[in-house]
């Protein structure tokens, strides 16, 4: 949990570096939650949740980067 609370003030600052490490993270937890939603069947729910909090926190990521690429074209055109 730690390391995603590291990068929120890089996000907030609205920092590219920021977003780039906070993807990561969240791909190394997304890896952990796979490997315990195949492996362990007695915790399969805590990984089920596990992968839900990290699509969540992965995807406006995403959408916002999106929006800065898609602003950028507008404004170049």
């Known amino acids: 949990m730690l390391p995603l ?3 929120i003030y890089p996000l907030w600052r609205g920092r590219q570096g920021g977003k780039a490490v906070a993807g990561f993270v969240v791909l190394l937890y997304v890896i952990t939650g796979i490997t315990e939603l195949w ?5 399969r729910w805590l990984a089920a949740v ?3 909090l990290c699509t969540a926190y992965l995807l406006p990521l995403m959408r916002h ?4 690429r898609r ?3 507008k404004s170049t055109e």
């Open 39 to 43: 492996a362990n069947p007695e915790e």
């Open 5 to 7: 609370l590291a990068v």
């Open 65 to 68: 980067g999106w929006e800065q």
């Open 71 to 73: 602003a950028q074209k």
């Open 50 to 52: 596990q992968l839900t």
